[in-house]
């Protein structure tokens, strides 16, 4: 068998491995495009200092998660225009928010909580990462997460740093039944929420100037209080004077009712107010009995002084100062109940109010007393009417101004409280070049390692079905299937064939035994191999005696002349001198006419010359 | 799109001949043996002209082919330049999002400014990419990085191949750039049309010039935070010129003005502007009444303080910003104490509303100005609208000059089109494919078609 070879076997095979490992990479290059997915990640962290302690600006619990809510997922779709096209739901599922904690704050934790003191510490960098798929591309991964953290950052201060609210609540005002001093007084009230908002506003930051809308919040309270002055007080001071009304008695009635409700709210306000008093009393009275009130100041100072006073330790409101502050907080709701029913008593005064103009009939009427004597009174009324639907539509203008930039505000405020540390970065899920160079190697050493396991199998199963065991050659079925192979194929030129076979074999077998017969032919073997030395040849013995010898790269000559130095070392043999040896050598040359194998073995048969190797009597 | 469809059959036709040629020689190559092989390729014509010159004349159609097809493709950069850009913020410190360079508000614009027939925003946005021109990372720190540099790419489709495609950069980043001016950097809002003053009340345009010079004034002071120090062409400050208004609104609005209406009780609608003022008063005794209740509940919430319990809670101290005062808490005594004088102040001011009202109730009873004085006071109200606007011009010209010139224009772009050597390269490339293919199919002609 022939030695075990590793480059060899690889060596046979190598183009088709090569081949296959470039089909295969090219496959699984294919695939893992197609699967791959973008993910587009941003960091981001939270400024303000509860947010280490798992804390939003406004106190409440922080949840990052609303990141990936349904609120801020169903904005990014309604603006980049996606609904009916992907689904609230598939978006979220692709959005991961990992925290990223701090290992300094991590170990102090660590350290306090083994100590047995308490440590909150919360992470307050996040890495926000959305995945797209492949065919979605990277620009889509970035684009949506991008805006994302744009509804968010708005949605966050929305939500915890800027809660009040400058909503238009009196936009569809015109629309409803309302009377007119009702109306009045909602677009006062509205003016007057939405001014403190606007002065908390304008105490947060007092130079704040929308880029949008070009305006700050001190122009917009400037704006609400030009038209209070100027519009408000003249429109209610028309509709007092003209006693303008749509229904006298509703009016009437509805300010009746707030001051029997007042009453009502003050009986109540009365009863508090003295059991506030009582329970002050009962608490003192306790406190000093138990001799608590008995404590001197330097007591106090000195228990101040232990204490680092400095750490804000929350609320110490205490329990007397909460009864002192109800008992004050009922008194001034009650006072001012009572002045606004005042107020109510002036609004059914001035609306029941009879000049005389009417004769007093507007006493017996559902009219005021102007509306049945002034002739103008319609007039009058449709021009305030007319007054309030302007003044409704400056508002409005001035409300949506307000919106849009507290809109911007918002956002503002949103990327002062959360800082991006990096902005969207787009990476491949796999790397695919990397893991196709992985795959390729992974290829190559499996096409190899089968190279080998095939080759090594292929030597065993020449060895077992065509070679010679006694010659070591290639047997007869080796040559059958050699001149198979080549029947459809030309030699090249320089191919010689030649072929020897010992003639009396079958005499030498039984004159001599057959062990002597084999060893004659191990002889020829030695014999040839040892003449034909480097030449590149392919040995076959062909049973009976018979030698076949296919040689390339050579010509006729060569061969005929190693033929004559292998009947002369024949002739000099030492082994079985005794031994007569006829045999016969052929020998044919690829030429036009011979360029197939079997021509050319057959020209080779041919040509066979017939020899004898006698040394009986020679020394 | 008729060029790319011919540039991808010429390269299609010549791996076609490359592809046959191959196979020709491969089967054929079987004719001969391994001399005549040789002997085939050792023979052939390497320097055959009729190859070269139809390779050249192939390269050539490519290239031209190739040129119109880059020239569909082109990039720029736009470079934020102003310092909020490495916080990832826009200049008005909201978030900065890159992908409003192709939004759709922009491409609008882009299509409005250079009158682009034919094509809608949505064509139009689907020939464009943008993306960082640097990105960082988010497994380490050390990866971290904002980007303040985006390439934008734009390659026309089928919809869009009528359009320039220099042009349609060149107008996008422009229409970006005014986009980002006009929406994240300084502004101040114009009134747009002059008020009838002659349907105003006399003291309502007093108020109303109040109102306007306190918006320039809120302006300047602004800018003049965010620069104390930046000095315009004009050699003037924010400061300095808000000093001009500020003594111009004090000198000529609410001394001229607003004395002359006063003193000499000009209005437009006596009885009407009375009742107004009448109802404010009545209006404002009602909050005044309220802000009184207040202010004496607070007192008597402090009298109600036990002497024994005061004790206790009354203790020096000092709160988190430093000020100091007594006792453990501040909702107590101290937060009633601070109450009651903001009560009282409310009263005070709502007081002297009522008597500013009242002056002015008796100054428009007692006086009957003549024409004369109707004239002067429409006069300087005519001259002082005028001196407004002349300072609202100044102001803002001082702020879009602070904004040109400290934040650089804050968007800096730069446009590449066709690189030369690139078209280059893509043609020795190609000639040197299609001389082999050529060369290929000349050999395999050589080789005999039977054995």
Known sequence: MKNFQILRYIKKILPLIIVFCLLATGGVYFKLSKSNSYIASEVIHYNDAQAEQ???????????????????????????GLGGIYSVDSLISRVNITPIEDQDKVAQKEAKLEEGEEYVYEPSTFIISFAATSSEGAAFARTILDETLDVYFEQFSQKYVNVAPANNTIENLDKNDYDYIEMMEMIDTSIDSTLSTLYQRIEQNNYYRSTETGVSFSELADDFNYLRESKVSSLFSKIYKYQITKNKSVLISDYTT?????????????????????VIDAYVTKMRESGNTNITYEYILDNLHERNVQDYVGDQTVTYDELIYSWRDHRESKEHAIIDSAYCTYVIETFANCTGACDGSCGYSNSTCTELSNVYYTDIKNEVEKEINAL?????????TTMKTNDEYNKYLGASYISVLSSA????????????????????VIGCGGAIVLGRAGDIINYIFYTDHLTGFNNRAYFDKYLKAKDKKLLDDDVVYCLIDIANLVHINGEYSRDVGDEIIIMFKDYIKENFGKSKTEYIYNGNGSFVMLT????????????????LRLDEREERREVVIEYKIGIAETFKENKTARKLLSEAIKNKKAYTSDLNGKE | MVTSILQKLIILIVGIIFLVSAVLVYFRSKNVNNTERTQIFKTAEYFNAWIILACFITTMVLGIFNHYELKKSVHAIISLNYSEASQALNSNGTRYNMAEIVSDEVVKRAIEKGALKDVTVKELKNCLSVYPCVQGGV??????????????????????????????IKLITAAYKEYYIEKYTDNFKLEADKPDFTKMEYMDIVAYFNKETTSILNYLYGMAEKNPSFVTTGNTTFNAIAGEVHQFKEAQINQNLKSLILQNGIVRKQNEYVDRLSYQNKNVDFDRQKNDVSYMLCNQAIAMYSEEMTRIVLVPTWDQAGKYYMGRTKVGVDELSVMATNFSDYVAANEKEIMDNNLVINKISSNSPGAQLYASADSLIE???????????????????????KMNQCIAVNIYGISIINELKTMLLFAAFTYVSFMLRHISKKFPKKA
């Open chain 1, 425 to 444: 970065s787009v990476r491949e899920s796999v790397n695919v070049p990397l893991y196709t160079v992985i795959t390729f190697f992974f290829f190559m």
């Open chain 1, 392 to 400: 409704l539509g400056e508002l409005s203008e001035l409300y949506n």
């Open chain 2, 383 to 405: 001259s002082i609208y005028g001196s407004i606007k002349d300072f609202e011009k100044t102001a803002i010209n001082a702020g879009r000059e602070y904004s040109s010139h």
């Open chain 1, 552 to 567: 390339e790269e050579t010509d006729y000559i060569t061969v005929e002349d190693i033929m004559r130095l292998f009947r």
């Open chain 1, 54 to 80: 798992g804390l939003a600006p406004t106190g409440d619990k922080l949840d990052v998660n609303e990141i990936k809510s349904s609120a801020v997922m169903s904005k990014v779709v309604d603006k980049m």
């Open chain 2, 139 to 168: 497994r380490d720190e050390s990866e971290y990085h904002i980007s303040t540099e985006f390439a934008v790419e734009y390659h026309a489709l089928k919809n869009t191949a009528h359009l320039d495609s220099e042009n349609v």
């Open chain 1, 258 to 278: 707030r001051i029997d409700n007042n009453n009502i709210s003050n009986a109540k306000d009365d009863s508090i107010v003295e059991d506030v008093v009582t």
